[in-house]
């Protein structure tokens, strides 16, 4: 992946600013970057005629732009090239629990990346956008499965929103109020993580017997998925 | 829980009608609900400033309401209460592998919820409200950490947002290609499943020693969290 593009350092516009939790907030791209590169499902914010949706997808990021995708005949899709959206990627990492319930929180790591996506027209960006989000939820599947054919192409639209707008927030160990006068009281403090994991594959009823699941598949069985 | 006072199907709208991938609607409310109740975090949707944006928060919800909260600094809370907002749960249980590329897609439960969220000024709805999502997140804290005093709760915005219009979608099982063309390509399909689990409790290191987690916290290891 190519990230030379775009500056090491996040943008502060005043959309981005970390007005609050400043502590918690990054302006490394490396760190969008990895946010971005551990997941595979994203919420779009975008409105479709005045009203505000959120809208859970897949996509693939490349260092420079978020790939997502959908029917052309969706409504959120076919807003999104003119307007400002919002999409936001979060992984949650585990429960803080604090002396006191004000501090109750949660660890994790998020990113929102801001602008007006651009309709990808261009054959080759298409492909490789498709390319781009398959092989992010499932590596090794573009070359294994049968790629799109024409009538596929046409059927889908693919949207691409540069990655130079965004926010990194982050929230790591444990509760704030271990030095406040809270910390007298003898309650339990701590963190209780949250982990996401692919199980083993299941494979489709209808599949004939003596095919296997292949390596690229069966292999993240166990393994994190966030 | 009281869910007696909404009906038991939900209502069809311009907005949550499903135009699309009919079969993954539902219309029952008792789906909804299970949906809610299985997660703790949520992507609230609002306009600031005329820009979409899409922020990742806790909630807790009774069956009538889904409350939010944040600092009553929050920009996108003090936005909250003017506008139609989306919010939306989702959790994500597999990856759906098909013979082609065109059919992969994700198996999940999302909800999506739409309407003015009305800040909760009634003290007792308050309390009763940030106990909900404390208790939404973590069963048993509200009773064992300490509870919040006048000082925290002026802090705390604290947003109800009605159940009433709101869109359920669900995707389960095999892929979709199983009985077309494709199925005689003798390419591996099915779905690999994603689970998400509590780990086990962190202690804070400024705890002192001898202080061990409770059975409400301590007895979530391992066990699923969506």
Redesign the interface.
């Known amino acids: 992946m190519n990230h030379s593009e775009l500056p090491p350092t996040l943008p502060q516009t005043d959309?981005t600013r970390h007005?609050?939790l400043r502590e918690q907030g990054s302006l490394e791209r490396a760190e969008l970057n990895a946010i971005l590169e551990a997941g595979f499902?994203c919420?779009?914010?975008?409105?479709v005629d005045?009203?505000?949706?959120?809208?859970?997808t897949?996509y693939g990021s490349d260092g420079q732009n978020l790939y997502f995708h959908g029917?052309v005949?969706?409504?959120s899709l076919v807003a999104s090239p003119h307007?400002?959206?919002?999409?936001?990627v979060?992984h949650?990492d585990?429960?803080v629990?604090?002396?006191?319930?004000?501090e109750?929180?949660?660890n994790?790591r998020?990113a929102?990346i801001?602008g007006i996506p651009r309709l990808v027209t261009d054959a080759e960006e298409k492909l490789a956008g498709?390319r781009c989000l398959?092989e992010q939820?499932?590596p090794g599947?573009?070359d294994?499965?049968?790629?799109?054919?024409r009538k596929?192409l046409a059927a889908?639209s693919l949207l691409a929103l540069s990655l130079e707008n965004a926010s990194v927030k982050v929230r790591t160990g444990?509760?704030d109020d271990?030095?406040g006068p809270?910390?007298a009281?003898?309650?339990?403090?701590?963190?209780?993580?949250?982990?996401?994991?692919?199980?083993?594959?299941?494979?489709?009823?209808?599949?004939?017997e003596g095919?296997?699941?292949?390596a690229h598949?069966a292999g993240?069985?166990h393994s994190r998925?966030n």
């Open positions: 959309l007005r609050r499902t919420h779009l914010g975008v409105a005045g009203q505000t949706t959120v809208v859970p897949v029917s005949a969706s409504r307007t400002r959206v919002c999409i936001t979060t949650v585990g429960l629990l604090a002396r006191s319930v004000f109750h929180g949660v994790y998020s929102m801001y498709l398959t939820a499932a599947q573009w294994y499965a049968r790629q799109p054919n596929e889908t444990a509760p271990g030095d809270d910390a009281l003898g309650t339990w403090a701590g963190v209780l993580p949250l982990t996401t994991t692919f199980g083993r594959p299941e494979a489709d009823p209808a599949l004939p095919i296997a699941a292949p598949i993240r069985a998925a």
